[in-house]
């Protein structure tokens, strides 16, 4: 291992990652894990000064990072009065395994393989969104069989995503049929995705030009077949949760936040819309064909938990609409570009032709260059902003690629979601934010 | 921020706009492939964040750094000196549904850009990704410390002068035809 003379570190202080206890930190540093996110008011500012407890009276805890409520290895440092959470602070990297590194050892064409496996309960999204990416820089445009390919498979995994949300949000509070429910039609989502991709998760299926594969046949039938099964058993969850009074309770009024603190912290996805505001890059900055299909971008009203819960079990709905309108005007056509630097032959013309057979070992083995330049292109994953950010030096592999997380971004908000509540309550503001921590890692 | 600027970037080839030096709030503006990047430098960075705040771009999206140790002659709109570092900031106006990207040079003599967290509280931990993953310090944040590798890791992990790990294979005979 090489390593570089660093005067950066010599001039600061890199321990106290975790949180440390009140008179060593900076005034600056508390509010900060106080949560305050805006600038505060100077009567805000006091009412924190007056917060200023003794420390024999508080208590620093660790929660995680094997503590099964934080959804894998998030560890949250809190700071208790009693039972009620005065500070917090994340402490992630436990699942870091330098995947930005590795994008690039890796030619465009393994791009997807290692991206598929940063958001793993919605790996689709990250495909498409360095796919996307890829072909910005390549100038290139997918077929449109291909977009809708990609747009009907992306809202079905938006539904697998959500429904696994029902199932661990459910799990967190309690609620354990839900789990098992929740759990069940997940299941069913994935064996669709498995009849088009191959595999229930990290699919490797959007790639820069297209998909992988065609549609098999007969995935009309399993299409429909969700379709008609998933309203029953989403209004049985409506009928099991909201019309429940402890759900409720547990959820009404618990981590609430305004749309201001949102938009300053870079929150995105349904904690944003959570606070009524009106927020989705499906409809406000249109990728694939999203406009031109019919859908509604459900917001809350409160921007508590429950808003959130609320407005995921909605997005099923949604998400249902635009698949069935994927169903009626799926065109017909090529689900890749025929662009030879791009696409390898079709395995039939290996067998009887040796160029082919050439051309088709050079694209597997060095993959395609890319013009030299950089490129940002995002999209909405079912957590919210995702974006991904690639630099080429011209060259087979990207010289620099960044997957911009939204779980990593939302994970912010939680000191200031956790302030003065009950560290009962902790447990279902992590299960709201819903954090994927092999996003937040990568 | 007007739409025909937007639009007038998506026309011209990537190529000519780089050559062509246009400016936009004073600051070297390109557009690449449709997408607006400005390019201010160290000092302009801090006052151009408050001008596009002012302008709508409340909210920050994205940040990150990149090191250009083994690419040095990337292009960049003439008169701006290349550094080894960048840092790369994506802003987003949701009033007129733009976006623009700041580019920042940063020298590897003095890896010192100023913290935009008091504007944008949300690059808290993207700028604790950058200085973990580069080694860019961030002047004014509030709590600069590694955020993904552990505290006492030597190095700075996405530097282009950082080998990745490799496991050593030894290959073995073949097992022995068991009896």
Redesign the interface.
């Known amino acids: 291992m090489t390593v570089t003379h660093d005067p950066a570190s010599a001039r600061t202080d890199e321990g106290a990652q975790e949180l440390s206890s009140r008179d060593i930190v900076s005034a600056i540093e508390r509010l900060h894990e106080l949560g305050a996110v805006l600038r505060l008011s100077e009567a805000g500012a006091l009412e924190a000064e007056r917060e200023r407890t003794p420390d024999d009276e508080t208590m620093i805890i660790n929660m995680g990072p094997q503590h099964p409520s934080t959804h894998g290895v998030l560890r949250l440092m809190l700071e208790l009065q009693g039972e009620t959470v005065l500070r917090c602070k994340p402490v992630i990297g436990y699942l870091h395994t330098g995947m930005e590194k590795t994008g690039e050892q890796l030619s465009y064409l393994q791009g997807p393989t290692n991206v598929t496996r940063m958001d793993y309960a919605s790996p689709l999204f990250t495909e498409l969104a360095f796919s996307m990416t890829v072909e910005q820089l390549l100038g290139i445009e997918v077929p449109e069989r291909a977009v809708w390919i990609r747009m009907l498979m992306t809202e079905m995994n938006r539904i697998s995503s959500h429904l696994l949300f029902m199932a661990t949000n459910g799990m967190d509070l309690g609620a354990v049929s839900m789990m098992l429910y929740g759990w069940r039609e997940r299941e069913e989502t994935l064996r669709f995705l498995q009849e088009v991709t191959g595999l229930r998760m990290n699919h490797n299926y959007i790639r820069p030009g297209g998909v992988a594969a065609d549609l098999p046949d007969g995935w009309r039938d399993g299409v429909l077949r969700l379709l008609d099964m998933l309203p029953g058993r989403l209004a049985e969850y409506d009928t099991l949760l909201n019309g429940q009074p402890i759900w409720r309770e547990r959820l009404q009024g618990v981590g609430v936040i305004t749309t201001e603190e949102c938009l300053a912290l870079g929150v995105t996805g349904p904690i944003l819309r959570s606070t009524g505001y009106s927020w989705d890059l499906r409809r406000d900055m249109p990728y694939l064909a999203y406009d031109e299909v019919e859908f509604d971008v459900v917001v809350g009203s409160y921007g508590d938990a429950f808003d959130r819960y609320a407005i995921r079990l909605a997005e099923i709905h949604e998400s249902m609409r635009i698949v069935r309108q994927c169903l009626e005007r799926m065109p017909a056509g090529d689900y890749r570009i025929q662009d030879k630097k791009v696409t390898p032959p079709p395995r039939a013309r290996i067998d009887e032709s040796m160029e082919a057979l050439i051309h088709h070992f050079k694209i597997f083995t060095e993959g395609f260059k890319v013009p030299e330049g950089e490129a940002y292109v995002a999209i909405e994953s079912p957590r919210g902003e995702l974006g991904c950010y690639i630099v080429s030096d011209g060259s087979a592999n990207p010289y620099r690629m960044h997957v911009r997380a939204p779980s990593f971004i939302n994970l912010q908000s939680l000191p200031h979601l956790m302030h003065g509540g009950l560290v009962a309550d902790a447990v279902a503001i992590i299960s709201s934010v819903d954090p994927i921590l092999g996003e937040v890692d990568r | 921020m007007s739409e025909e600027s937007l639009v007038d970037g998506a026309d011209a080839p990537?190529e000519e706009a780089v050559v062509v030096t246009e400016t936009l709030f004073d600051v070297p503006v390109v557009h690449?492939?449709g997408?607006v990047?400005l390019h201010p430098t160290r000092v302009e960075y801090p006052a151009l964040l408050g001008r596009l705040h002012e302008d709508g771009f409340?909210?920050?999206?994205?940040l990150?750094g990149?090191?250009f140790l083994t690419?040095p002659g990337?292009?960049l709109p003439a008169g701006l000196e290349p550094g080894r570092f960048e840092v790369?900031v994506?802003l987003i106006n949701?009033r007129s549904?733009a976006?623009v990207?700041l580019r920042v040079q940063v020298p590897e003599s003095?890896?010192v850009v100023s913290s935009a967290t008091g504007l944008?509280?949300?690059?808290?931990?993207?700028e604790r990704?950058a200085?973990d993953?580069f080694?860019?310090?961030f002047d004014g944040h509030?709590?600069?410390?590694?955020?993904?590798?552990?505290?006492?890791w030597?190095?700075?992990?996405?530097?282009k002068?950082?080998?990745?790990?490799r496991i050593p294979v030894q290959f073995k005979e073949a097992p022995a035809v068991r009896g």
């Open positions: 990537a690449s492939g997408q990047v409340h909210s920050a999206v994205d990150c990149v090191d690419h990337r292009q790369v994506n949701h549904r976006r990207r003095d890896p944008y509280p949300g690059l808290d931990a993207p990704e200085f993953m080694g860019i310090v509030p709590d600069l410390t590694r955020i993904l590798m552990p505290e006492d030597v190095g700075h992990p996405l530097r002068d950082y080998d990745i790990g």
